[in-house]
């Protein structure tokens, strides 16, 4: 079966510091991969979405980037983190004509 | 974009009681999914629905894609139903637009 690991579960960042929220996929080949954040509220936001290694199409301009470096690894990161960085990351996978299927998530606050 | 508008936003229910959340959309969809996030953050599938009926346990959703809406139904609810439930649809590719969710609080 498929599994989809996100870390960390929490971070604490000082502003202007860099970051690195990872995420795998195991069980399955060549999935599209996606990062969404949630702010403090409800709705999801789509940030970045990936159909393969090194494809990588952003949703919203802003201060993320992300990389896909391998078929199962996708990366979100920040050179330098800003106060509205701060909100609840999730990682999310699916193939073709089928569910999304999301991690646990990282709540990132930031300092 | 597509628009996607949940009713309703906060809704309190006392145990064994139903509810009908209902997810209205702006334009035509290729799949809708309906997720339910508990208090500890965590997404779950609840439904794949692009149209029809579908039904699992206690909760059954609906989507009329040619009238542009879906809806949850719960059924004796339970505690453990608390928590956000989002509807997102499916519009181009595999990229979801999510609603702002419905608040459900089920009281003992």
């Known amino acids: 079966s498929q599994t989809i690991h996100q870390w960390p579960a929490t971070l604490v960042q000082p502003v202007g510091s860099p970051l690195s929220l990872e995420c795998t996929v195991e069980?399955?080949?060549?999935?599209?991969l996606y990062w969404y954040r949630q702010a403090a509220g409800r709705g999801l936001q789509l940030l970045f979405y990936?159909?393969?290694?090194?494809?990588i199409s952003s949703e919203v301009p802003q201060n993320l980037s992300a990389s896909r470096p391998q078929d199962r690894q996708f990366i979100l990161s920040s050179k330098k983190l800003l106060l509205s960085d701060s909100g609840f990351y999730l990682c999310?996978?699916?193939?073709?004509?089928?569910?999304?299927?999301f991690g646990d998530g990282t709540r990132l606050s930031i300092l | 974009g597509i628009q996607v508008e949940q009713s309703p936003p906060d809704l309190i229910l006392q145990e064994g009681a139903n509810s009908t959340l209902r997810c209205n959309f702006s334009?035509?969809?290729?799949?809708l999914q309906w997720f339910h996030q508990n208090p500890w953050g965590q997404l779950i599938n609840l439904f794949y629905i692009p149209s029809g009926t579908k039904q699992n346990g206690r909760l059954s959703a609906t989507t009329v894609a040619t009238e542009r809406y879906s809806l949850l139904y719960i059924s004796s609810s339970q505690t453990t139903d608390s928590g956000v439930y989002f509807c997102a649809p499916l519009v181009s590719g595999s990229r979801l637009t999510f609603g702002e969710g419905t608040q459900l609080t089920v009281n003992p």
């Open positions: 990936s159909v393969g290694i090194g494809q």
């Open positions: 334009d035509s969809v290729n799949n």
């Open positions: 999310a996978w699916s193939v073709p004509w089928q569910p999304q299927h």
């Open positions: 069980g399955t080949s060549n999935p599209n």
